[in-house]
DNA sequence: TAGATTGTTAATCGATTAACAATC
DNA sequence: TAGATTGTTAATCGATTAACAATC
């Protein structure tokens, strides 16, 4: 795997798993090599800032001729690491937490699901895509025979602080955090990707009003 | 509601449902007055960048004083057009669209949900949050009805096409989207906010793999 | 009044785009 | 070789931060 040292940055970072998508998309489509203008077009960005971007972890092009749609896939599956999978677990099988379960194609993004912890009566013992619920007095048990290094977080804001602590206490290193609780601001050292599905829903409202 | 004229940059529009949020906890803790500075480190952000985004919109503070929080959360109500609901429809009422419908507060988004559809023989008729479930067939004779403006997506990738289709001949003029179907690559003069979870997991994943 | 903090302008920083020499 | 398209440097653009006069 050709990589450089420089440190990436968020922004181009965000844009390489939709790269990937899109290069796995044309792959399936039976395209075999794709120019950055092409692509550009394909995907609404500038041919530059293709280029810009792939040139952060390699030169994967052919002058004159454009990039190999299958070995710039395989590079980008190098570069986003979905040849190791990070052992995880989920908090929290409620809707959200069972929605993640049945349709999140883990694997194919780099995560491999361990365990499901939930505390209500009804959810313990139930199995989900072959997984045991298991109530959350057993997570410290757990995690000590499994490690997981990301909890996906699935539970209701007043129930995360105590639980993260937990979790960072068993040597939880990242959270994917579908609660409000502001876990990067009471622990360092953890990596965390807040997903707010409503403020996501509140920036379309406030656009909505705007157009007329 | 005061307000100024130049076009606001999604990069304050993105921020403005986070200040909503903190504004709002720090008014349910009775607090009544912040400065830029205080909120500043309570978020993460700077002081200079909280009072630029603030006076895109209009003078909310008082020199010496600083903000009260409960006008300042008022403001931000009105900004973000909570006080407008927009007539809302949800497409797929699987796992993801049935966790969004029980978990998703709409209306503190600013959303009315007045229609839930899909194709599923289990599902059609069924009363999920005191919505019938109709078949699609009803779509065009429903959105005649009601006029919704807003369509959120909660479909597989192929069912996508045809049904945005339909969606956009029928009045609806924008998309909370979690297809992988790419909207405003095929239709113009229609809002798109796309929700990528998987993309989300894999930059995640990304920065796992290279934190050693 | 003195102290604090805003609103706003100017400076800096980073990200995107344009240009072009290198080369397949 | 001629044409195409990359990799990369330089120019531009936009967003963030710093500074400070205005003023409560």
């Not at 004159?64 to 690491?81: A, D, R, W």
């Not at 609780?181 to 707010?196: F, G, K, P, S, T």
Request: net charge negative.
């Amino acid at each position: 795997m050709a990589s450089k040292d420089t440190q990436i940055s968020m922004s181009v970072v965000r844009r390489l798993p939709r790269y990937y998508r899109f290069l796995y998309d044309l792959k399936e489509n039976g395209v075999v090599r794709i120019s950055s203008r092409e692509l550009a077009e394909r995907m609404g960005l500038t041919a530059s800032q293709i280029r810009q971007d792939l040139n952060c972890f390699g030169e994967f092009g052919q002058q004159g001729y454009g990039y190999l749609v299958e070995q710039l896939y395989e590079e980008l599956y190098h570069i986003l690491g979905m040849d190791r999978l990070t052992p995880a677990i989920i908090l929290g099988a409620g809707n959200l937490g069972h929605a993640l379960i049945n349709h999140m194609n883990f694997a194919g993004k780099g995560v491999r699901l361990d365990g499901i912890f939930d505390d209500a009566p009804t959810l313990i013992g139930k199995t989900i895509h072959d997984i045991t619920v298991q109530s959350t007095d057993a997570l410290e048990t757990f995690c000590t025979n499994h490690s997981p290094k990301l909890a996906i977080l699935c539970i209701p804001k007043e129930a995360a602080p105590r639980l993260v602590e937990r979790l960072v206490a068993c040597g939880v290193k990242a959270f994917w955090n579908f609660s409000h609780y502001d876990i990067a601001m009471h622990h360092q050292d953890v990596l965390v990707e807040n997903v707010h599905l409503g403020d996501s829903l509140m920036a379309l409202s406030y656009l909505i009003n705007q157009e007329k």
